[in-house]
């Protein structure tokens, strides 16, 4: 059941859309032979009142009004608690999740939110619950860090940091009294004033136990992820077009290819020549040249956006799919349902 | 706004802190200040928007008086044992730099403490008039201006906790340390910054210098009714949209402080001619 399941990940930079785009895709794609679950990261709040989601939780619960769908809202210390249970053994899980270390790397390291997304996926794909998921990534440079987020984490687990502090050999937790006896230690735990390394080092060795069974989950992960149709959704402005080509240029380490880039707020191509013509139907000379003024200040946004697409387009070969800028972003059900109405290319992918 | 000596800009991804940064910058070069922009991030945003291709950690000049650089976490943290610490000069700095690298990258604080020791080194060193930041994003920045408190926690004693009381008061201090929030009038920037206002109000870790609202449009100036009434076409289309606009933007603006406003600016293209076009504006108000 579970190779069925129809993954969309809906990545991109922060505050282009992406939660409203994701929440209206899986609207479209749900039904009653279509059991369909949108993963939300940090939704805006009447967005989150449009899904009846109220607290973060990574159980879907359904949505009001749509059949077929559900929402979650993601949970990323719950699904980090869920990792140490399941990967590591029980005494250690203990361990680690009262460990202040432990919640610091978890509140911080920039992929640890991210690796929460990704495996809160997984187990949804592995789950055999749903036909189609759609997945809404964390906020992130450019939605790189939810493809990086497994391998990083193995290796930040791995222990590039406990290979220093403890040599190539994975030492017992004897060791631990005997490494701090190399020099540079003392001196490290002069500065700091305390014996901050070794409850470090200790934290680590903990962590590590956790690798083996870590790094095989990761690369189930990364097949769930290569397996998924995914979306890059963008504005035209210059700084997210920006971290969309530096997307392009850093997803081929991954092995995933987008299979289509959306404009969101995205101005109709034609207002760019309207501008140039007179207007004649407006008799109003005063609304006459207002409107007149607006629509040239517009129409040279449009040129721009259209410039700054096919310079994605051209040099990365992918569907280019644009979504019309609305003055208020779509909140409600039935708003949401017809965002994405006439998008030319967007059932191709759901 | 520019009679601190420094100035953390920071607001949500997205609503062109590093533009605003890169502006102030400008302005206050061309006031015959010695200013240095640096950037905490490495990102490429506060570069693009000075117009040169990269940042380095040694700053470098982009016009009369303008200095920009990045924050480089293995070098900040070399700088930061070596000049700060004393370390005795005998000492294998870089195993010493490798073991505390280590810890950077798991103990709560001391990556941040390091990375935004930087800037305030360079407040210290007394080069610079003006040292601009063009700081992490309000999500992350919360856990960089607790990070002296968090290291004081952490290690009661020693030169580091020394080292981070000593940012601390800097930082909180009023005469010199300052925080510009920026944001654009929409649910989630607003939402975020009023809720990072309070946040820093009652944590007192740095005082809030100013919040400006970016991307603001100018209302067309007649009636959303008369547009409507127009034909059909694009010259109604597109008014209809700038008035829609216009009023959801002043329902996010009513809720923020009446800060200066940065206009919607139609027709750039790159994040220098933005930059360019922010300082002239900012002129007006810093």
């Known amino acids: ?350 | 706004m520019l009679d601190r000596r420094l100035l953390f800009v920071s607001g949500k991804g997205g609503v062109g802190k590093s533009a605003v940064a890169a502006a102030l910058g400008i302005v206050a070069a061309r006031r015959g200040k010695r200013v240095l922009a640096i950037s905490m991030t490495d990102r490429a945003g506060l570069a693009a928007h000075l117009g040169v291709p990269k940042l380095t950690y040694d700053p470098l000049q982009v016009r009369p008086g303008l200095y920009a650089a990045v924050v480089d976490r293995s070098r900040a943290l070399d700088e930061y044992l070596g000049l700060q610490l004393h370390v005795v000069r005998s000492l294998p700095t870089r195993q010493l730099s490798n073991a505390l690298s280590v810890l950077a990258d798991t103990a709560p604080g001391i990556r941040e403490i390091v990375t935004m020791g930087k800037p305030i080194f360079e407040v210290w060193r007394e080069e610079w008039d003006l040292v601009i930041v063009d700081a992490p994003a309000l999500g992350q920045l919360q856990s960089y201006l607790a990070a002296p408190q968090t290291i004081t926690g952490l290690v009661p004693t020693g030169a580091v906790q020394e080292q981070a009381a000593r940012l601390e008061s800097t930082l909180s201090d009023p005469s010199t340390s300052g925080l510009l929030l920026v944001t654009i009038p929409e649910e989630l920037a607003v939402l975020e910054t009023r809720e990072a206002i309070v946040h820093i109000d009652s944590h007192r870790q740095i005082v809030i210098a100013g919040v400006i609202a970016n991307r603001v449009l100018e209302p067309l100036g007649i009636a959303t009714a008369t547009v409507a009434a127009v034909p059909d076409g694009p010259p109604r289309a597109a008014g209809l949209l700038h008035a829609g606009l216009v009023e959801a933007q002043s329902t996010w603006l009513n809720s923020i402080p009446d800060d200066p406003r940065l206009p919607f600016l139609f027709g750039f293209h790159t994040p220098g001619e933005v930059a360019e076009r922010l300082a002239e504006l900012c002129e007006e108000f810093v």
């Open chain 1, 1 to 350: 059941m579970s190779a069925d399941t129809q993954t969309i990940i809906v990545t991109g930079a922060g505050g282009v859309g992406k939660t409203t785009i994701s929440a209206a895709m899986a609207m479209r794609m749900a039904g009653p032979d279509r059991r369909t679950v949108v993963m939300t990261v940090d939704p805006a709040r009447r967005l989150a009142d449009a899904l009846d989601l109220h607290e973060l939780s990574n159980e879907p619960s359904p949505v009001p009004g749509v059949d077929g769908l559900w929402a979650s809202t993601l949970d990323a210390s719950a699904s980090w608690e869920g990792v140490v249970h399941r990967y590591s053994d029980p005494e250690v899980a203990d361990r680690l999740l009262t460990n202040h270390y432990f919640r610091a790397i978890a509140d911080r390291f920039p992929a640890a939110q991210a690796f929460a997304a990704t495996e809160t996926m997984s187990t949804m794909i592995e789950s055999g619950r749903w036909d189609a998921i759609v997945v809404d990534t964390p906020p992130s440079a450019g939605g790189l860090d939810f493809f990086l987020a497994p391998s990083q984490t193995v290796d930040l687990i791995g222990g590039k940091l406990l290979h220093w502090l403890t040599g190539a050999q994975l030492p017992g937790r004897r060791f631990l009294y005997r490494f701090t006896g190399r020099p540079i230690l003392k001196i490290a735990d002069t500065i700091l004033g305390g014996a901050l390394l070794e409850d470090v080092a200790e934290f680590l060795l903990d962590l590590r136990t956790m690798y083996d069974r870590l790094a095989a989950r990761a690369a189930t992960i990364q097949r769930h992820q290569r397996r998924a149709t995914t979306v890059v959704v963008t504005t035209a402005d210059p700084a997210p077009v920006a971290e969309v080509l530096r997307f392009f240029e850093e997803l081929t380490d991954v092995s995933v290819e987008p299979s289509g880039v959306l404009l969101n707020r995205a101005l109709p191509v034609g207002w760019a020549d309207a501008a140039r013509r007179p207007i004649r139907n407006i008799p109003d000379a005063d609304v006459r040249a207002t409107l007149k003024e607006n629509l040239t200040r517009w129409g040279g946004e449009a040129r721009r956006q259209a410039s700054a697409m096919e310079g994605i387009a051209g040099r990365y070969g992918v569907p280019l799919l644009t979504v019309p800028w609305v003055a208020e972003p779509p909140t409600a059900v039935e708003n949401l349902t017809q965002l994405l109405d006439g998008v030319a290319g967007l059932d191709d992918l759901l």
